[in-house]
């Protein structure tokens, strides 16, 4: 009987919570809406502007990191070759293999490179 009691005034606080949360989040979407519906054309028009500056500079972020090999996945075979590659970017992920590894051999993963570099926008 307790444990009843209990688990329903937890349901009350927790829908209690939640309840405030939302009114909370509510408010804070109603404010937003209501700055967009006093914008005049001059803040729509910089608002606009603004969007596209970031679009280009996001498409211009893209074109670069596939300049640099981002989004391959390749062979470097020599160590010098590696630390080049690698230092030229901010973010790398490697695959290091042995041609004697089980799984590689059995895969036939030798086909497949060493290095392979995305960039994840953050």
Known sequence: ???DASVDMFSKVLEHQLLQTTKLVE???DSEIQKL???DEDE???LKEKRLQALRKAQQQKQEWLSKGHGE??????E?????????????VCHFYRDSTFS???LG???FSSVMMFSFSS
């Not at 996945?73 to 020599?78: A, L, M, Q, V």
């Open 73 to 78: 996945y390749r062979e470097i075979p020599s």
């Open 1 to 3: 009987m307790e444990a």
């Open 27 to 29: 408010e804070h979407l």
């Open 37 to 39: 519906d006093q914008m």
């Open 44 to 46: 729509l028009e910089r």
């Open 109 to 111: 993963v030798r086909s």
């Open 80 to 92: 010098r070759e590696f630390f080049q590659e690698v230092k030229e970017s901010e973010n790398v």
């Open 104 to 106: 590689v051999a059995y």
